[in-house]
């Protein structure tokens, strides 16, 4: 089986962006990262070399505007989320392509933005981008339910952890001003992970002969 995780913060966004030569090497990218965070980055860093599950990483300005970039994705009818998204399914077609003909199992766990989980977070990004912007235009569910449209046309399975996470509302689940899980939003993940795999099993092997 392949479980491949597409997260709606940014695997979106990344579709548009065109690769450097550097990007098809893991070991490259790290450099690189390395050179412009020594070179170019004017942000502070709170925690860097460390990792902290309650403190911030990056500053408030920065962070909202990494979000503010990539939150076309909740605007209906953005020309910029229709080139996205049919690069997006492309490559998850192909995916499935693989493996059909490897004959495995292809099932997508679909992340969560914080955006998506933190209101405050998500009112703050609209003011500062999006001040005119009326309310029935923006969707915060929309590229969810664009995703799991298309996957349910490739017959492709997948897991939706929205709903799980916006039910832990009050709770912290990704380390703050950073995008990623903290400590608490990975366990909720990898329980309804675990729990899905479990049925599946479960019901794969009663099918056996």
């Known amino acids: ?24 090497s893991y070991v490259a990218t790290f450099i690189n990262y ?12 709170y925690a860097q070399g460390k990792y902290y599950d309650d403190k911030p ?6 962070y909202l505007t990494i979000l503010g970039h990539r939150s076309f994705i909740y605007i209906k009818g953005n020309d910029k989320l229709a ?4 690069l997006a399914f492309h490559y998850l077609a192909m995916i499935n392509d693989i ?6 199992k292809f099932v997508v766990v679909i992340a969560p933005d914080e955006m998506q989980i933190n209101k405050k ?7 500062a981008y999006y001040p005119k912007l009326k309310r029935d235009k923006w969707d915060i569910t929309q590229p969810n339910t664009l995703l799991m449209d298309e996957l349910d046309k490739l017959g492709v399975k997948y897991i939706n952890l929205y709903p799980y996470f ?3 509302t009050g709770e912290r689940l990704y380390v703050p001003q950073n995008t990623h899980w903290n400590i608490a939003g990975n366990r ?17 092997i009663s099918k056996s002969p």
């Open 121 to 127: 977070l998500q009112e703050e990004v609209i003011k």
């Open 166 to 168: 916006v039910k832990k």
């Open 34 to 45: 390395l050179i412009t965070i020594g070179t170019k980055y004017e942000g502070k860093i």
């Open 1 to 24: 089986m392949l479980l491949l995780t597409f997260y709606i913060g940014n695997d979106y966004y990344d579709c548009l962006e065109h690769k450097k030569l550097y990007e098809y």
């Open 83 to 86: 080139k996205s998204d049919k």
């Open 57 to 62: 990483t990056i500053d408030k300005k920065t």
């Open 99 to 104: 493996c059909k003909k490897g004959h495995i």
């Open 188 to 204: 909720l993940a990898a329980n309804v992970i675990q729990a899905y795999l479990v049925t599946y099993l479960n019901n794969h």
